[in-house]
């Protein structure tokens, strides 16, 4: 073993040995990639079916405290581009990955934070085949900063929008809502909350796969993560230009996270998820994306809850548990920074 060091000096990040140490001791032994170019060469076998598309995207992670209850910024850099190509209907395959790394930062945690992302990528069936990674000095960033980018292929006659929901679809969620949110709040350790509650952190590319093949005439799908479920409710109301209606008694909540956010003044639709999406399929494939999603241990709390509409369009309005009414807007301003 040639990386003897316990923390990251600058000199990691120079382009010389230590630097090669450290990428081929704590990355690419871990990612194994495709040989060691500047450049990942993909195979073109995905793309043989006529009318195939490709889907690329790319986020960027920033999540304080770097690891906590449930996953680290490994995982959710993984399962976040995994989840951004799959509720677009594509299939996950590659993956890139770059690091801004501070100095001083532990050697022992990038190696823990690398193994979960292999472990994950594993588990979605995607492969990390590129990266990068850079060295700032003391105070340049907050430990860890992960990029990561992702390519996937769109099966031929598979289309997927928001724009394509119409008044009368069923929107379905796959889970608890707010546990990764409610999580993050407890890590941190500043507020004095106490929680048993996990992220929810997972890749959901499996998942999808097997709603679209049981309802193929899917609409749309949203990754619930900053702004929640009500701002991606509002982003797919807005492009559809129609009306969504949500039952507060059917939001699937833990006591623990309205607990929580009671207490701090939070609205559980806006906390962050991480392996919530939301699906809007046609009323008749409503059962049988239900019961594709249970099949999963990432959907078995799946439930219906709410529906299209043709009123109040672009507008989206939940019945409350009082039998009254309120308009769920979007997120104005952050509740809760750094929380991806």
Known sequence: ???????????HGGGGKAMRDLIEEVF?????????????????????????KLAFTTDSFVVTPLEFPGGDIGKIAVCGTVNDLAVGGARPLWLSAAFIIEEGTEIALLRRIVATM???????????????????GRGGCDGVFVTTAGVGVIPPGRVMGAERVRPGDVAIVNGVLGDHGATILAARGDLSISSAIKSDCASLGHLMEAVIAAAPQARAARDLTRGGLASALNEIAEAAGCGIEISEADLPLRAEVVGTCEILGLDPLYLANEGRVVVFVPPEEAQAALTAMRAFAEG?????????????????????ALGGARIVDMLVGEQLPRIC
């Open 28 to 52: 690419t032994s871990v990612f194994q990639p495709p040989g060691m170019e500047d450049q990942a060469r993909l195979s073109a076998e995905a793309l043989t079916e006529p009318g195939a």
């Open 118 to 136: 292999a472990r994950e990528a594993e588990a979605a069936g995607v492969r990390i085949v590129t990266g990068d990674t850079k060295v700032v």
């Open 300 to 320: 078995r709390d799946a439930v219906v809850i709410g529906q299209a509409v043709s009123a109040h369009a672009g507008q989206v309005r939940m019945k409350t």
């Open 1 to 11: 073993m040639a990386l003897r060091d316990e923390r990251v000096t600058l000199a």
